[in-house]
T-cell receptor, first 113, second 114 residues
Framework: AQSVTQLGSHVSVSEGALVLLRCNYS??????LFWYVQYPNQGLQLLLK??????LVKGINGFEAEFKKSETSFHLTKPSAHMSDAAEYFC???????????FGQGTELSVKP | NAGVTQTPKFQVLKTGQSMTLQCAQD?????MSWYRQDPGMGLRLIHY???????DQGEVPNGYNVSRSTTEDFPLRLLSAAPSQTSVYFC?????????????FGSGTRLTVV
């Protein structure tokens, strides 16, 4: 069975600081991995996805994530936080192309001025 | 515009009432699914379907029924609503078996059971 664990339900950074949101997955087959962002009272927006091509994946809004099989991790980073990055971020895993998608518990990112 | 359409956007139910949350997509996606979102728990999979006539349970199926009679529609039924079903519900779809696939989400239904 697949599962996702996001370490830290709340992360707070200062504007301009590095953003690091942690995601570890469990999957019995090579995974497909995703990061989504949700702004208050809105739906889900895809930030980036890993589909077994390059291990370093670049997404929208300056975010990127690195797939590390040995660590079963897919952490999300951004070199310099912006106030507009404040939102909830979800990591998700699928064991097939377009099939069942399982989410982590989410990490709320706060950005201090 | 092509996408996933959820109706209604808001609903208040009394305990014991029944209702159906509607989800429709016009992208000919095989895979459709329902999630509920609760604070601190992320999105939890309720039921999913990989094609017309095929459904399966997700992580939290109790209290919910689904059917998939057409490729386009995947309604979620609450037979006897309970306050524990107060949540935001999202429907999602995708095309199976394509490397360049992506999941498309509806805008959500906010359900309150009193």
């Amino acid at each position: 069975a697949q599962s996702v664990t996001q370490l830290g339900s709340h992360v707070s950074v200062s504007e301009g600081a590095l953003v690091l949101l942690r995601c570890n997955y469990s999957s019995s087959v090579p995974p497909y991995l995703f990061w989504y962002v949700q702004y208050p009272n809105q739906g889900l927006q895809l930030l980036l996805k890993y589909t077994s091509a390059a291990t370093l994946v670049k997404g929208i809004n300056g975010f990127e994530a690195e797939f590390k099989k040995s660590e079963t991790s897919f952490h999300l980073t951004k070199p310099s936080a912006h106030m507009s990055d404040a939102a909830e971020y979800f990591c998700a895993v699928s064991d097939s192309q377009g099939g069942k998608l399982i989410f982590g518990q989410g990490t709320e990112l706060s950005v201090k001025p | 515009n092509a996408g996933v359409t959820q109706t209604p956007k808001f609903q208040v139910l009394k305990t014991g009432q029944s209702m159906t949350l509607q989800c429709a997509q016009d992208m000919n996606h095989e895979y459709m699914s329902w999630y509920r979102q609760d604070p601190g728990m992320g999105l939890r999979l309720i039921h999913y379907s990989v094609g017309a006539g095929i459904t399966d349970q997700g992580e939290v199926p109790n209290g919910y029924n689904v059917s998939r009679s057409t490729t386009e529609d995947f309604p979620l039924r609450l037979l006897s609503a309970a306050p524990s079903q107060t949540s935001v519900y999202f429907c999602a779809s995708s095309q199976l078996g394509r490397r360049s696939y992506g999941y498309t989400f509806g805008s959500g239904t906010r359900l309150t059971v009193v």
